[in-house]
């Protein structure tokens, strides 16, 4: 089976990012740019992810025209270098290298807490016997 790229693209611009909630003082604008990610791709390739390569302007303008997409991205990218914020977009293989690199801090998290768990149920069967 082949993923298609419009998937692919769906995980590198969502997965390769933070989730946190950084609660109400954050605003809707910086926690888009904080949680997703351009993927960079040629021209010629965009139709095929239809313009949802450029996550981060689709995320605040969902309603937004794809064929709009590239142009208001340009306007977001300079609104972001004006207030500091940063703006996140990288090609597929560093795309790809930074979801494996959250897969893994996710993995050694989930083995932290079963380490966790089966301690607790250890002792928990040592108090009873």
Avoid: W
């Amino acid at each position: 089976m082949v993923p298609s790229p419009l998937h692919v693209q769906i995980v590198l611009s969502h997965f390769a990012r933070s989730t946190q909630d950084l609660g109400p003082s954050e605003s809707f604008v910086h926690r888009q740019l904080r949680t997703t990610t351009d993927v960079i791709c040629p021209d010629s390739l965009a139709f095929l992810h239809g313009g949802l390569h450029l996550q981060v302007t689709h995320h605040l303008f969902p309603r937004l025209p794809r064929h709009n997409l590239r142009k208001a991205s340009l306007l977001v990218k300079e609104y972001a270098t004006e207030r500091g914020l940063q703006y996140h977009e990288f090609g597929f293989i560093k795309g790809n290298g930074e979801v494996l690199g959250v897969l893994r801090d996710v993995a050694e998290q989930a083995r932290i807490v079963q380490m966790v768990a089966r301690e607790e149920i250890r002792e928990a069967l040592d108090s009873v016997h």
